[in-house]
């Protein structure tokens, strides 16, 4: 049986090609999609996306999981992919205080290395991943969620063992390995105003210090009402006006409860699961869905009205069925927080986000209408 594609329910286009004067449309991709067992998923993006990101296979922890020992398989089948599907392949991410294996940070007596042990080690794996794909990979996150939520340095290893200069050490490496490859700082939360002013004066360093910085990675993490469009807006055209390219590398809309304080992408945290957290379990209702759509319209029509400061908007995941926030920050949760459902096919959303290419302005819904003015 030839493989259905899913196709847009009320328009004869795609994402790719509804955006193609504006910016990339990408997805964040996993195994099942880029080693095409999941065919019908490997199609949509085909068919949907112009770039992919890797969403786990090229941290630290999967790709040099022991000192000496690299694992590229995976990483390899993924930019074999990309290049195949001549689709804008990024690189994420290369310095992370995630998801990096304990020895990289201790010596043989568990007790952390000196400066100049880990700057060697952290050469050593960008020169060694980064140099592998290079001319491959447009463009790398080198530095990830370098920022707590105060905009103050996190306290991470990194910079614990080498200080501050650790991230000017990254980009550093990045460009010795590859100087052709676009080099990004990508975070989440960089709306809120502490964030901002952190990530501005951390840009603004690097910067003076001749570093070689292309873009900042806004990840957007997003629920359907935080944050503000008019906080989204502010972020793009802060970071725009430091000369760099403004990107939406991981978005999301949450349509679930918040088991926190605050919007959040702190991959650390962690809620029980408890009455109320999970209401959609046996789908999302009409009222809900159209609320997506509007969101989606409206963060849209924002990202059209920066369209030449913004060079991606990158989903963090193809289907719902694929969405991180199915487990985070509680487990076992049925979430709704992308295009496509989870038999692949586009869902209100997508036509809204369609139509704010063709030009059509997004209104305020009453209920029962449609996301969007004819
Ligand atoms: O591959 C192993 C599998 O072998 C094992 O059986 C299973 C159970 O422990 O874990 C699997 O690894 C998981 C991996 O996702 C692949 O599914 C890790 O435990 C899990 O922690 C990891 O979560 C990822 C998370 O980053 C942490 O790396 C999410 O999928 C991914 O969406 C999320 O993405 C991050 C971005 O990289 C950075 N920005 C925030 C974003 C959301 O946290």
Redesign the pocket.
Known sequence: MGIVLATASCAQTTLKEAFKNDFLIGA?V?PAQFCESNQVEAALVKAQFNSISP??VM?WE?IHPEPGQYDFALADRYVEFGVTNQLAIIG??LI?H??TPDWVFRDAKSNYVDRDTLLARMREHIFAVAGRYRGKIIGWDVV??ALADNGTLRDSPWRKIIGDDYIAKAFEFAHEADPQAELYY?D?SLENEPKQAGAVALIKNLQAAGVKICGVGL?G?YSLEKPTLQKIDKAISTFAKLGLKVMVT?LDVNVLPSPGHALS?E?SERYRMSAGLNPYTNGLPADVQQQLAQRYADLFSIFLKHRVSISRVTF??VTDGNS?LND?PVQGRTNYPLLFNRESKPKPAFDAVLKTAQGKTAIKLSAGESALAR
């Open positions: 964040a996993s969403e786990n941290k999967v994420h991410n992370w995630s998801q990830n969620e990508n989440f990840q993490h991981e992408a991959v963090w995941g991180w985070w």
